[in-house]
């Protein structure tokens, strides 16, 4: 049973991402420190060179050959259902979108397994709790932000072709195509598309290039690799090595959530996507993201501790990777800034009313 003292722990590790969270704000909104190129460069570095580190050292050191692979079934039955119905929504349906269907992936599936999901699981369920949740990172990493990364790029690069054939009146479009420029929530010009026959090759060639390019892709890869490696002919790795990559990696968290602060401080408004969007991001958050990991893991059969901490972890909190993603692809960040923010804070007493329920259910 969760006491007073497991939920203290809880609010000891979410307290000092406000804390960065605070000083970004200020360095902007306050003390006028940055300018907007200069929040940009922030939030590239943490993309491309601490997350990067963060992913790796995490993965490298869990054990594969002990992971409850039925619990990660369901894991992947319960994103591959998100991710179908809204690939059939963003193809088949007149009001499908697909910058929407990334966003809304992110917001129903993607959560923080290891700043809040940890202490809170181990609290709940003791090393059970703790071995379960991070491997939902692992697969998190290995996966779902790898699909991310794909589709992020993928309507950058079909944004990028169709700009240039626009202007250039490229033959691989046809005449049916109109292109509709607007602004979308972030303010960056898109391209909406009425009706394409866009060559799928040149898109995937871009796609490629890029994911190749992006230490983001084979992060957590190369971390699963070491992991396999290591555990199976037992040995460590040298202390160099592990050090070079500490030093990178134990900012990951703060400087994610200092860089949302600056990115806060931009906006016209505090919560600048809008209250209908916010709960939009709460429900599909803490409603849409347990209720299919609890068909996935019916699904695989899984029940008593496991199940309850299956549906418990899908119900945490927002990614703040998910975030700078969103930043740097300029997809929809203040939905998911706002995602993150409010529901960190509005996660804990959900949390424990979650586990509450399942506990009187058992």
């Given at each position: 049973?969760?006491?007073?003292?497991?939920?203290?722990?809880?609010?000891?590790?979410?307290?000092?991402?406000?804390?960065?969270?605070?000083?970004?704000?200020?360095?902007?909104?306050?003390?006028?420190?940055?300018?907007?190129?200069?929040?940009?460069?922030?939030?590239?570095?943490?993309?491309?060179?601490?997350?990067?580190?963060?992913?790796?050292?995490?993965?490298?050191?869990?054990?594969?050959?002990?992971?409850?692979?039925?619990?990660?079934?369901?894991?992947?039955?319960?994103?591959?259902?998100?991710?179908?119905?809204?690939?059939?929504?963003?193809?088949?349906?007149?009001?499908?979108?697909?910058?929407?269907?990334?966003?809304?992936?992110?917001?129903?599936?993607?959560?923080?397994?290891?700043?809040?999901?940890?202490?809170?699981?181990?609290?709940?369920?003791?090393?059970?709790?703790?071995?379960?949740v991070?491997?939902?990172?692992?697969?998190?990493?290995?996966?779902?932000?790898?699909?991310?990364?794909?589709?992020?790029?993928?309507?950058?690069?079909?944004?990028?072709?169709?700009?240039?054939?626009?202007?250039?009146?490229?033959?691989?479009?046809?005449?049916?195509?109109?292109?509709?420029?607007?602004?979308?929530?972030?303010?960056?010009?898109?391209?909406?598309?009425?009706?394409?026959?866009?060559?799928?090759?040149?898109?995937?060639?871009?796609?490629?290039?890029?994911?190749?390019?992006?230490?983001?892709?084979?992060?957590?890869?190369?971390?699963?690799?070491?992991?396999?490696?290591?555990?199976?002919?037992?040995?460590?790795?040298?202390?160099?090595?592990?050090?070079?990559?500490l030093?990178m990696?134990?900012?990951?968290?703060?400087?994610?959530m200092?860089?949302?602060?600056?990115?806060?401080?931009?906006q016209?408004?505090?919560?600048?996507?809008?209250?209908?969007?916010?709960?939009?991001?709460?429900?599909?958050?803490?409603?849409?993201?347990?209720?299919?990991?609890?068909?996935?893991?019916?699904?695989?059969?899984?029940h008593?501790?496991?199940?309850?901490?299956?549906?418990?972890q899908?119900?945490?909190?927002?990614?703040?990777?998910?975030?700078?993603y969103?930043?740097?692809?300029?997809?929809?960040?203040?939905?998911?800034?706002?995602?993150?923010?409010?529901?960190?804070?509005?996660?804990?007493?959900?949390?424990?009313?979650?586990?509450?329920?399942?506990?009187?259910?058992?």
């Amino acid at each position: 049973m969760i006491g007073g003292d497991d939920i203290y722990k809880v609010v000891t590790a979410m307290m000092p991402l406000y804390v960065a969270l605070v000083l970004g704000y200020g360095s902007v909104k306050w003390w006028h420190m940055f300018k907007p190129d200069h929040c940009n460069a922030i939030n590239r570095f943490n993309c491309y060179f601490i997350i990067p580190f963060f992913t790796f050292e995490f993965v490298a050191h869990v054990n594969p050959y002990k992971m409850n692979y039925r619990f990660l079934s369901a894991d992947v039955i319960a994103k591959s259902m998100v991710g179908i119905v809204l690939a059939l929504w963003a193809n088949c349906s007149k009001n499908g979108n697909f910058s929407w269907s990334i966003t809304t992936f992110s917001l129903s599936s993607l959560n923080n397994s290891l700043v809040i999901g940890v202490p809170l699981l181990k609290a709940m369920y003791g090393e059970l709790g703790f071995d379960l949740v991070v491997q939902s990172f692992v697969i998190q990493s290995l996966l779902w932000f790898i699909a991310l990364l794909f589709l992020l790029e993928m309507r950058r690069a079909r944004s990028q072709i169709l700009d240039s054939q626009s202007v250039n009146g490229d033959a691989h479009v046809s005449s049916s195509v109109e292109i509709e420029m607007g602004r979308d929530s972030e303010g960056i010009t898109s391209a909406h598309v009425v009706s394409e026959s866009l060559s799928f090759l040149p898109v995937m060639k871009i796609v490629w290039v890029k994911l190749a390019k992006n230490p983001n892709s084979y992060a957590c890869i190369i971390g699963l690799i070491w992991a396999l490696l290591s555990n199976r002919w037992h040995f460590q790795m040298p202390e160099i090595i592990e050090g070079s990559i500490l030093i990178m990696s134990k900012a990951g968290a703060g400087v994610a959530m200092f860089s949302m602060g600056l990115f806060m401080a931009l906006q016209e408004r505090f919560i600048a996507c809008g209250v209908g969007l916010t709960l939009y991001g709460m429900v599909l958050r803490f409603v849409v993201g347990p209720a299919t990991i609890a068909i996935g893991s019916v699904a695989m059969g899984l029940h008593g501790d496991v199940l309850r901490i299956a549906v418990i972890q899908a119900a945490l909190p927002q990614s703040i990777t998910s975030f700078v993603y969103a930043q740097e692809y300029g997809l929809h960040a203040t939905e998911l800034s706002t995602a993150v923010i409010f529901g960190t804070v509005a996660s804990l007493p959900l949390l424990i009313g979650y586990y509450a329920i399942l506990d009187i259910l058992h």
